[in-house]
């Protein structure tokens, strides 16, 4: 469904809700549970949802933080909603139609009265999709004019996100629509703050800030995609470090095996993991050299304290520090996208940069690992 | 936390600017500060380049090449030949 095209739960729509996946034959599906009813407005009724966390959102909540799939179909329909008992002068928030956006945007109205609209994202939350423009002026326009908001309010302001801003064009939604922008604070955290103050933010609500919670709420999502690279790079790592002239031996699997297992996992938790917690602490401002610099101090700490002395010839030393360093490095760098502090300017340099250095990196590690093998099988000392 | 410093393409062309403070409003990372109605710019290596600024300026008093500070959708955009894309639209990715 393109985001231009009117439709969705808007103040009308309620009868889409409440056959929502009607099949033949089939007793109507009940409105979801977080709808707690419907109040009747010049456009129509419109649902008034509830300002709780269900079991199931709060279900969805965490796997929202853990997989990838279900994060990016979690959506709700887009259209007009109230909190509490909305008037005609009740503040109207706008925001994604993302459900855990929407859900934490719901959850911060408790005790006041107020209107949603949710726009056409298509899943995405209000800083990435004001970064693509599906949060933004167009969709804005044609959703206040398909939920016929006009008819359903007295008030012609509009509470954007202020994370919203890369996407709208104020100026062009005024002169469209007549509805003129406020925008609220960074963080749902200070809204109820912000509206208590007569819609005034504060330096402190205007500041997008990335602490360690913040930090530690996107690990997971750092870690699983890694994992998948990290599964292939395991069964080749075992097959080709088992492989002996007699064949692939277990032995030679443990042996050498093991400790590459160790490297990789060590590599991909530097990166994923150590990098986005240490982020601040670590030198440099380039996110491809706090990986670098922490996968190679945590490679060579395992190589030559940990890890048995067997496994360390000169060919695999050298192989495990060309590869693993720069392995860290490049995950580090996906985080760019994760933080709220990098610009492109900043990651297109940072890639004129490191993307040679993967490359010599990958280079370099297939003649290594080529040696690592002759000597393994007796043809080179 | 600061990013890379020296590499914003933010422009402010104050000759344009009215002062109206909606930039200031609208910066998530108050690169930007108003004295005497006159607004300027106190910490470049602050700026995102979310482009919040220059959409919300009514009087195209500042210029900045918005985009995605995310590496996945720049190298995205380079396999491809386009503009830097995550794909959190089309398709599942990693990223935001």
């Known amino acids: ?381 | 936390m600061k990013y890379l410093a020296n590499v914003t393409s933010l422009q402010l062309f104050s000759e344009r600017c009215t002062g109206c403070g909606r930039c200031i409003e609208v910066c998530p990372r108050a690169v930007l500060e108003r004295t005497d109605r006159i607004v300027r710019i106190v910490d470049r290596d602050r700026c995102i380049e979310c482009g919040a600024c220059m959409m919300n300026c009514a009087f195209a008093a500042i210029r900045v090449n918005a985009g995605v500070g995310c590496a996945s959708a720049v190298i995205n955009g380079m396999l491809r030949g386009g503009e830097p894309e995550c794909g959190c639209v089309d398709r599942p990715s990693g990223c935001c």
Not at chain 1, 139 to 144: D, F, P, S, Y
Not at chain 1, 151 to 172: C, K, S
Not at chain 1, 302 to 310: I, K
Request: with cysteine; proline share 6%.
């Open chain 1, 1 to 381: 469904m393109s985001a231009n095209e009117c439709c969705g739960s808007s103040a009308g729509d309620i009868r889409e809700i409440e056959v929502f996946d009607l099949g033949a034959g089939k007793a109507p599906m009940k409105p979801p549970e977080w709808i707690a009813g419907f109040t009747d407005t010049a456009a129509g009724p419109v649902p008034i949802v509830s300002t709780e966390w269900s079991r199931r959102e709060k279900r969805g909540r965490l796997k929202c933080r853990f997989f990838n799939r279900f994060r990016m179909d979690y959506k709700v329909d887009p259209g007009v909603y109230g909190v509490g008992t909305p008037g005609r002068n009740s503040p109207i928030l706008v925001t994604a139609n993302y459900k855990l956006s929407f859900d934490y945007l719901r959850t911060a109205l408790a005790g006041f009265d107020a209107w949603i609209l949710v726009l056409d994202t298509q899943g995405i939350n209000v800083w990435c999709a004001a970064g693509k423009g599906t949060f933004g002026s167009e969709e804005l326009i044609n959703r206040i004019g398909c939920t016929r908001l006009a008819r359903i309010v007295d008030t012609r302001r509009l509470i954007l996100p202020q994370l919203g801003a890369p996407g709208v064009r104020a100026p062009a939604v005024k002169a469209k629509t007549h509805f003129s922008i406020s925008y609220g604070p960074v963080s749902v955290r200070d809204l109820r703050a912000y509206l208590r103050a007569g819609c005034q933010a504060d330096a402190q609500m205007r500041a997008v800030r990335f602490g360690l919670k913040d930090r530690l709420t996107l690990l997971p999502m750092e870690v699983t995609p890694a994992l998948k690279g990290f599964l292939i790079y395991l069964i080749a790592s075992v097959l080709i470090l088992g492989l002996q002239p007699e064949g692939i031996l277990f032995r030679s699997m443990i042996d050498s095996g093991a400790p590459a297992a160790v490297l990789g996992l060590a590599a991909l938790l530097c990166g994923t993991v150590l990098t986005p917690i240490l982020l601040p602490w670590i030198p440099f401002r380039s996110f491809a050299a706090k990986g670098f610099l922490l996968g190679g101090a945590v490679t060579a700490a395992l190589l030559f304290l940990v890890l048995p002395q067997g496994f360390r010839s000169t060919w695999m030393s050298a192989l495990s520090l060309v590869f693993f360093p720069a392995a860290s490095s490049y995950l580090a760098l996906q985080f760019t996208g994760s933080t709220c502090f990098t610009g492109i300017s900043g990651v297109r340099k940072e890639l004129r940069v490191a993307l040679p250095l993967y490359a010599a990196s990958a280079c370099l590690s297939l003649p290594l690992l080529v040696l690592v093998k002759l000597k393994d099988f007796g043809v080179i000392g």
